[in-house]
């Protein structure tokens, strides 16, 4: 309670390491107010490094846009904003395990198409029974979440699948080649994006569609030529969790190592040796598929 906060909704927490350590000052920021913005995010106000010999230890922020409690009810979460709470909480660890010298390589100054890693696969847990089974109850009567329902909410996560699967990579290829060209496109706009797409186009096409014109990301939202990097971290993340199940979602050992040759290390070396010093292989894509349900 000492720590000042920016609003009073914030409530910040001194971060320890098992040894009693300190590692960071957490700050959760949970519901909307009239001048935030809507979403969810992780921020660094401070990253960690080293400078003259002496460590500075970082500050981290997570936010989101749930609902607040009231007088009889909780603060009550769909589960897409479990899952989103998860996703930067994710994100906050890569912050907070940072052991680096140089602020720019620590925490998540990574590559775009790794820094997605950790937050994307710690939306895994909410789909384990054994995790949810820690906190998801009936608010009114304690009853834990039948394993019926978590059957249903995963069936429903991988409907289509395959098709989403393949629209992604769509969009990765249209980003790709509006990013290589070397000289000017003379053939409309539409043409182009035709041409780049075919390889992914499973559907037949609907005249009047243009993705290029509404495609933010990859004009606006710094992804140039990077768009591909969502579904790589989906790789990454389908086959780092896929040791998780063999060990066991709570498996100290895999969690430590995960810490150490993953979140610790930030952009000190580069990713694929960080990935297989945990995993103990390159990314198998196959472990994707499992999980998306498609033989």
């Known amino acids: ?18 040894d009693g350590s300190f590692l960071a000052v957490l700050y959760m920021d949970f519901f909307p107010r ?40 909780p603060s009550l979460l769909t589960f897409d904003e479990v899952t989103t709470m998860l996703h930067e909480f994710g994100h906050a660890l890569h912050g907070i395990f940072a052991a680096g010298t140089y ?7 990574v ?27 009936d608010y009114r009567t304690g009853e834990k979440m039948p394993a019926e329902l978590i059957r249903r909410i995963l069936d429903a996560k991988n409907y289509l699948a395959a098709y989403s699967h393949i629209r992604q ?16 496109v003379k053939m409309p706009v539409v043409d182009f994006e035709k041409k780049a797409m075919a390889r ?11 993705t290029s014109t509404s495609f933010g990301h990859i004009f606006s939202g710094g992804y140039a030529a990077g768009y591909y990097s969502y579904k790589w971290a989906e790789v990454l993340e389908a086959d780092a969790f896929s040791l ?5 979602i709570f498996d100290r050992e895999t969690a430590a190592s995960f810490r150490e040759n993953i979140l610790s290390k930030g952009g000190s070396e580069h990713p694929m040796k960080l990935y297989v010093r945990f995993r103990g292989h390159k990314p198998d894509t196959q472990a994707l598929f499992d999980k998306m349900g498609i033989e």
């Not at 309670?1 to 098992?18: L, N, R, S, T, W």
């Not at 602020?103 to 100054?109: I, Q, R």
Request: negative net charge; glycine residues 6%; hydrophobic residues 40%.
């Open 111 to 137: 590559y775009r198409d790794f820094v997605e890693l950790p937050s994307q696969i710690m939306e895994n847990w909410a789909y384990e029974k054994e995790f949810l089974d820690l906190f998801a109850v």
């Open 1 to 18: 309670p000492e720590i000042p906060v920016y609003h009073p909704d914030v409530k910040a927490y001194e971060v320890f390491d098992a």
């Open 200 to 210: 992914a186009q499973v559907l037949p096409y609907v005249d009047g569609q243009c």
């Open 244 to 248: 998780f199940k063999e060990k066991g």
């Open 103 to 109: 602020p720019s390589l620590t925490g998540t100054a």
């Open 34 to 73: 009239a001048s935030k913005r809507g979403g969810a995010w992780m921020t660094e106000f401070r990253q960690q490094g080293v400078e003259n010999g002496v460590e500075t230890r970082p500050l981290i922020s997570v936010v989101y846009n749930f609902t607040k409690p009231t007088d009889s009810l």
């Open 169 to 184: 990579v769509a969009y990765g290829l249209c980003d790709m080649a509006w990013h290589s060209i070397s000289e000017p």
